[in-house]
């Protein structure tokens, strides 16, 4: 309901104050829209009070009005004519706001818009409620009230005392209607202004939730630069980046001596584990892609590649992706969160033909591929050919490899049933290659389950085996077997970003960064490093944890409380990183899955439930929650959409 007469972004002109130039003032939608609510209450009273207490002292009928609005509703309660009452015009009001919103951009945080938004919803409440409940609620039913309060006074009596203070009563109404209007009209735009406005600075592009807090950033960052401002910045926009994000900006929203920077080259938040049903047309895109911005309400946003990283001057060069422009950033602490990138293994064959399932892109390409193959094997007549392009291979027999091969096997075998007529059944080959003995090995003896469900849906799965090369038409294992085919997926494995591997610091076999059990690199104490880019040693077991969505989150809550206490002098407050793992899931097809839970194993029906219960919790906002949810609930009464993306990213 943000309500002011300007396309653009309000903007505070605070009078004789150069602070200004800066500012650029907000409003919540969801916040208003609360305060007027709050204010239609408080309106209600002020505009119902009065005339209940002329009821009193004067002997006037209004509490008739309320009894036979209740009689409507099936109630002999006074109280619930009231309650009815407020919330229609509550109603009423909120949309009328809504409306203005959004047909003229009009604010209520100034005090005059909001005392003409006042008597503007008072007059259209006066005008739809009002009115038509006097000429099509009251009159028929209101004669008949009053004879059973007056049993002295006839129905005839009654109705013609109705019709004479007919007019009267419509001035009445329309000057509780007004008072209404102005009392929740002015509070609503008081409470905006209070609570429900942020500071903006348009030349940083971060904000505040107090005025104060925004004029001390003016003066320590632009006009007196302070020298002890601590600068962060953040690099990488998965989860463990987005992690400290969030708890930096909560702690320190009102300390104007931080600055925080997040850097990332996707300007989206992508929540992974939905990629393969993302692929195969369950999901769409955008509802597993959250802009970063949504997110960087204290922090700077710079949508960039990392190019280069110097840990001993204390700078990240960065290249923006439009024009390749390079900028160099400082830093008093870095957070080094970039994820890995698909491991190789330094086979270029592979790297030149096959697809992976890393990125959104990723994603896309696959669902492209698949659903390239199905409509031209639906055209083909030579059978062997058909083959080729029904069979498609995954290799990796961890989480995403099973998980991408379940929702393939389940989209091209529904898809061939439904729309395909002219594909031989037969024909299709889904085929999960393994190095390993066993799929999903971090889950034990319910790898075993995966396997036998995923080979009774028709999966093949080859154990023990390594892809080796790969052509245009064919991949070839270790065991000298040549697999004819149109589509490789490959999900064998994760290395570091070439930046990480270029740091001057210490770096595992695999080229991960060593850091400490406080998630510090040991050279440079204010450096943290996590998630995929990082070996943590559990010293528990001598072994580096595992790199998953849920060790990163964690994760990034000990990295974002090291950085405060530190920022904040507490040296000693540097927590340790432990953590016990509450399981592992997997989706292995449809409405089927595994889990390993507190111990406990869990697989079917049960198992799938709780692996989508789970991963629609971690979303990141109502919005996506909702949208995800939706998508799930059409999936079990409609086919797959087979619609192709191609030439989309």
Known sequence: MTLEKNPKPSETKLKINKKSLYLRVGFSLKKEIFFVAIGSIIGGLTMHLPRIFFDFTTGSQYFVTLLVIAKVLGSNLPEVGFAFHMLAATIIGIVTGILLHKIFKFNISKLKNGLFYGVFAGVIVFAVFAIP?????????????????????????????????????????????????????????????????????????????????????????????????????????????????????????????????????????????????????????????????????????????????????????????????????????????????????????????????????????????????????????????????????????????????????????????????????????????????????????????????????????????????????????????KIPCATLIWAGGVTVDPVISKLETKHTPNGRLEVDNFLRLKEHPNVFALGDCASIIDKRTGKPYPPTAQHAVREAKIVSENIISSIKGETNAQKSFVYNSKGSMAKIGKRNGVALLMGSKIKGLLAWFIWRQYYLSTLPSNEKKIRVALDWFVDLFFPRDITSLSGIK
């Open 133 to 481: 409940v006097s000429q099509l609620v009251l009159g028929p039913n209101m004669a008949e009230i009053l004879s059973e309060l007056d049993p002295q006074m006839t129905l005839v009596e009654a109705s013609e005392l109705v019709k004479g203070n007919f007019v009267s009563s419509l001035v009445d109404s329309f000057i509780m209607h007004i008072i209404w209007g102005i009392t929740f009209g002015v509070l609503a735009s008081i409470l905006t202004r209070k609570l429900g406005a942020n500071f903006r600075c348009r030349r940083c592009e971060i904000e505040f939730s107090k005025i104060s807090t925004y004029e001390k950033h003016v003066e320590n960052v632009h006009e007196n630069p302070s020298k002890s401002i601590k600068r962060i910045l953040i690099l990488g926009g998965g989860y463990a980046g987005v992690g400290v994000l969030k708890q930096l900006q909560e702690t320190f929203e009102n300390n104007v001596n931080v600055s925080i920077g997040l850097i990332s080259k996707d300007n989206f938040f992508l929540h992974t584990p939905l990629l393969p049903e993302m692929a195969t047309g369950m999901l769409a895109s955008r509802h597993i892609a959250t802009p970063i911005r949504t997110f960087c309400k204290r922090a700077r946003y710079f949508h960039a590649k990392v190019d280069s990283i110097d840990l001993n001057n204390k700078k990240v060069t960065i290249t923006r992706g439009l024009d390749q422009n390079k900028r160099d950033l400082d830093f008093d602490y870095l957070v080094i969160a970039l994820g890995g990138k698909t491991n190789f293994f330094g086979n270029e064959n592979i790297q030149k033909h096959a697809l992976t399932i890393k990125t959104l892109g990723d994603a896309i390409d696959i669902r492209n591929r698949v659903i390239s193959m199905l409509e031209s094997a639906d055209q083909e007549e030579d059978l062997e050919l058909m083959s080729k392009l029904m069979t498609f291979v995954v290799v990796g027999g961890g989480f995403s490899g099973v998980e991408t091969v379940g929702e393939i096997n389940d989209f091209v075998r529904e898809s061939v049933e439904k729309f395909y007529r002219n594909i031989d059944v037969e024909k299709i080959r889904i085929i999960l290659v393994s190095a390993g003995e066993k799929i999903l090995p971090e889950i034990g003896e319910l790898g075993e389950y995966a396997m036998r469900s995923l080979e009774k849906n028709g999966v093949e799965i080859i154990k023990k085996t390594k892809l080796i090369d790969v052509d245009s038409d064919h991949v070839e294992l270790d065991n000298g077997m």
